[in-house]
């Protein structure tokens, strides 16, 4: 059985200040923006934390939004912040730069609201083999979804934010299927492509759009 993600990661830094998760949602997809999410959990509150907090891959939608709700708990005092970078900024810097403009947005947004109430940032702890650049130290955690908590928290929170936000320009843009794609390559989405063009949340950048647009 894979092990659960915990609070160690988080407590070697906890007592010098707020331990931040960082994670991303979307670098793969054609179409839409590329969201991060930053989150605190409140070491207070860690007994609060849902029981099935884990990587959001690993997890249906219908419990994403269960520990969704239980995370964003006013009762409990965790924090958040959740930025998009759309997909005209993804064309021209780069997913990777995008992403990592999208985890930087997200941190100052929450280093904001701890700000507020007092508390500083001790230290970030982001999802993948590569961090980038803060104005606090921070950690790349390989699989870190499925080691820390506050990561996993944020992976939970910017998977169901960008979901609910393609769900949104799937009303405007019916054809795709993007409530259920969420703007990934699927063959629904590819027909509706060649079917009905190109929108301006596409990806122009990425290979697969590139060659539909220069095919058209």
């Not at 908590?149 to 944020?154: G, N, P, R």
Request: a neutral charge; one cysteine or more.
């Amino acid at each position: 059985m894979t092990a659960a993600p915990d609070y160690q990661h988080e407590a070697r830094f906890s007592q010098s200040g707020a331990v931040i998760g960082v994670d991303e949602a979307g670098r793969g997809p054609w179409a839409g923006p590329v969201t991060a999410s930053a989150f605190w959990i409140n070491s207070a509150q860690i007994a609060n934390v849902p029981a099935l907090l884990t990587d959001s891959k690993k997890l249906s939608k219908a419990k994403h939004q269960t520990i969704r709700a239980e995370l964003t708990a006013a009762e409990y005092g965790h924090h958040f912040a959740i930025q998009h970078v759309s997909s005209v900024t993804i064309d021209e810097i780069g997913i990777l730069q995008a992403t990592f403009l999208a985890m930087q947005q997200a941190v100052v947004s929450l280093a904001g609201q701890l700000g507020n109430s007092g508390i500083q940032i001790a230290h970030i702890l982001v999802d993948g083999n590569l961090c980038p650049v803060f104005d606090w130290p921070a950690s790349p955690i390989i699989k870190g979804d499925s080691k820390s908590l506050s990561i996993a928290a944020a992976s939970i929170m910017a998977k169901t934010e960008r979901d609910g936000l393609m769900q949104s320009l799937g009303r405007e843009y019916p054809h795709y299927g993007w409530h259920k794609n969420a703007g990934y390559g699927t063959a629904e989405h590819q027909d509706a492509m060649r079917q009905s063009g190109i929108t301006p949340y596409h990806r122009k950048s990425f290979l697969p759009v590139k060659r539909m647009i220069q095919s058209a």
